[in-house]
């Protein structure tokens, strides 16, 4: 299984080891090379959701909660997101395909198939929660596909736009 | 049977119907409950088990799939009470609460309205009647002048002359506008177009009423706002400001009392002024007048906002005064019982609105469950919530989860308490907005107490963003908590069924060890 955070393309793998109820990462890799960390271990806590994480030499009490395929981690007063990938999966096949953030309604449609674009430019206006959010070009390209057109209701994570190179 | 404080009152009540849901529906049911008064829940379907029903003596379904048919629906809402026997209504904020047509037809069905006349609703709400008032009853308002633009009407060549009149950069206004809706601010003349439509889109599908107007915008200005509490009996006074200056596209963050700007004698001003605009719509009931304030000390009148507010909490805490207990006195006729001279200053107050939204993600909305909600307590905290662990947060409503307010014996302790709750405050499952507010509280800007409305909008956003987490040690941390079968133990007082043996529990956990 491999391991990733939101954001974030590094791919890592951790080597565990057992002992009375403790886990602990012995080593990592991230992209097939190994990482050097403080030896860290996580011990359940006895209650619900509550664990010690030790790093290094210190201990500290660490909030931990599973949604779908994130590991959710709070610790040092921030909480974090770790997300689970089964063994090879990839992430997306489309890079650079813009998905929708959050279910709303199409307002208006900058992007047209065919169209050279910059990074930053304005390609679609989406409507949720009666605010207008902007959906920018995340990298210059060209636009091979417009899924959706103006008035158009968009379930959160459809693709919306896709940009090639 | 009405409570016992209420034995001299000309209007008593008895059973308060809360025409609202989330945290300031929990908040008026607490208050209700503590006044000895009955209170009733209304809901929509997907709120059937949220926490304000729990806690309501009573609750009314409002049937249907849309906001129109549930929390903005007052004839439904009017024939919960009436059911029900509830011989009031409080309308919280948002939803019905500025509606005049609401406010009447409550009155006119024999409940007690607990909020201002719909005359006052009207007049505030109208922002272009709203300034003229001021400007009869010598309130300061922004220089510049008010233009408003029918919807529909062929308006652009009015619009550009009246722009070259005011001056940019200017603000484009919703006439019927709050929250940041319909609100666009135009720097050059060649955005004027584009922020204008948009403007006017987001005001008629907010407000039904695409009529905005213009207004000179004034910068590295505060926000500094009143409360005002009026009676019946011509009684009025304010209890001092509240600043409201951290602000993300005009929609508050963080607000605190007393304000880092405000000197005794701006306070004493800016006091006399928000009662006198009160006054002259014959306000009765709690209420705020916001200003914006100027660098040199000048304020000018914003708009009045009729109904409780979000972040009323840090006047209550640096007053001693329970402002929704004084909108029930006010409602049932008593007088207000306190002079200007007694409203007193306490301490320093600091709310943080934590929302379902993501700072990364340009502070979209998030969704999920949360997994894991553990507000922070402790002396001085004070956490104003409608929501529970193993609630799911969707898009349906607004993304606010809970108001985190301290309360300590100055600023700077309040700020440091604040960021300290907020470090402790757990929320897993949905991301907040929890980090954000921390780097915000803890920025040398705030700390030193001299932004203004635009911080937030001008400030790069990477002196906004955390420490880098060490993404390796969490990636061990997760690998080991989903080894050790954490996600499993959720489940109280029993084993979950195990994934892959479909069996109760793991035969090898219960031994300690698991093999790899």
Known sequence: MEWSVPDEPERYKASLQEAEGTVSVTSLTRDGVEVHIHETSVEAEGRPGRAMVKVGRTTKLAHIARSGDTWWVHIDGRAHEVVFHEQGSRTSASEGSLKAPMPGTVLQVMAKEGQRVREGQHLMTLEAMKMEHKILAPKPGGITKVHFSEGDRVDMGSSLVEIGD | MSPEWMSDSPRPFSKVLVANRGEIAVRVIQASKEAGLSCVAVFSESDSSSLHVELADESVLLEGGTLEMTYLNGNAIIEAARSTGADAIHPGYGFLSERADFA???????????????????????KISARSLMIESGVPVIPGGQIPVEEGADHLGALASAAAKVGYPLLIKASAGGGGKGMRSVSVPKNLRGEFEAAAREASAAFGDGTVYIERLLNRARHVEIQVLCDSHGGAVHLNERDCSLQRRYQKVIEEAPSPAVTPGIREAMGVAAVTAARSVGYVGAGTVEFLLASNGEFYFLEMNTRIQVEHPVTEMTTGIDIVQKQFEVAAGLPLGISQQEVSQNGHSIEARVYAEDPSRGFLPSIGELVVWRPPSGPGIRVD??????????????????????????????????DNALSSFVVLGVRTNIDFLRNALTHDSFQSGSIDTDFLDSTDPSELRGPDPDRPTLVAVAASAQRLGMDRQHIAGTEAVDDHTGHQGDPFRTLGRTFP
């Open chain 2, 104 to 126: 009447r037809a409550v009155e006119s069905a024999g409940i007690r309205w607990i909020g201002p006349s719909a005359h006052a609703i009207e007049t505030m709400g109208d």
């Open chain 2, 385 to 418: 919530s409608g929501v529970r662990e193993g609630d799911s947060v969707t898009i349906e409503f607004d993304p606010m989860l809970a108001k985190l307010i301290v309360h300590a014996p100055d600023r700077q302790s309040a700020i440091r308490r604040l």
